[in-house]
T-cell receptor
Framework: QEQLVQFGGGVVQPGRSLRLSCAAS????????MHWVRQAPGKGLEWVAV????????YYADSVKGRFTVSRDNSQNTLYLQMNSLRAEDTAVYYC???????????WSQGTKVTVSS | DIVLTQSPLSSPVTLGQPASISCRSS???????????FNWLHQRPGQPPRLLIY???NRISGVPDRFSGSGAGTDFTLKISRVEAEDVGIYYC?????????FGQGTKLEIK
């Protein structure tokens, strides 16, 4: 069964750091680009970042550029999002998403909640 | 950035009746391979989004054929031929041609 399972998340103070993990199983993780998408409470979806299947390219939303870093370990089938200098507006549920052929975002994790608050 | 504007934002529908959601883009977005990478997603309360349709009109495996997507250029439409109870939730359009990928604001489908 293809799935993405997230770890990490929680409550963190403004200015601090947090790392999210996303473990893939049931498919060839190393063959797929991966996205992070977030959803603030009661709000819509916001694309955050993408990483190519081999890690060779990465793109970020302007709202997180310079603060967040996406990475992956294909030997461990795991995707990461390192979030530094966190702000209140980063409070959201974060999803990792598989990027398939035809640029389909076709497999989503269950999401993990990040709350930035003092 | 490409801005996607959905309408309506809320759509009360009677079971068994059709529903239609529109998504208008601020610009065209054709990838270098000639394709327009435009998707529709559905999110039920408390659940992650689920991809329904990709490349304007292609249904994901397992999506009922009462769902159809159409459009071109800057105007796209999702139609549900006969709404069922399981169709409630929020529908999002999304473009995956250019970075940043962007989403519409969402349309809430509810049963009258």
């Amino acid at each position: 069964q293809e799935q993405l399972v997230q770890f990490g998340g929680g409550v963190v103070q403004p200015g601090r750091s947090l790392r999210l993990s996303c473990a893939a199983s049931g498919f060839s993780f190393r063959s797929h680009g991966m996205h992070w998408v977030r959803q603030a409470p009661g709000k819509g979806l916001e694309w955050v970042a993408v990483i190519w299947y081999d890690g060779s390219n990465k793109y970020y939303a302007d709202s997180v550029k310079g603060r967040f870093t996406v990475s992956r370990d294909n030997s461990q089938n795991t995707l990461y999002l390192q979030m530094n200098s966190l702000r209140a507006e980063d409070t959201a549920v974060y999803y990792c998403v598989r990027w398939n052929d035809d640029r389909r975002s076709d497999l989503w994790s269950q999401g993990t909640k990040v709350t930035v608050s003092s | 950035d490409i801005v996607l504007t959905q309408s309506p934002l809320s759509s009360p529908v009677t079971l068994g009746q059709p529903a239609s959601i529109s998504c208008r883009s601020s610009q065209t977005f054709v990838y270098s391979d000639g394709n327009t990478y435009f998707n529709w997603l559905h999110q039920r309360p408390g659940q992650p989004p689920r991809l329904l349709i990709y490349k304007i009109s292609n249904r994901i495996s397992g999506v009922p054929d009462r769902f159809s997507g159409s459009g071109a250029g800057t105007d796209f439409t999702l139609k549900i031929s006969r709404v069922e109870a399981e169709d409630v939730g929020i529908y999002y359009c999304m473009q995956a041609t250019e970075f940043p990928h962007t989403f519409g604001q969402g349309t809430k489908l509810e049963i009258k």
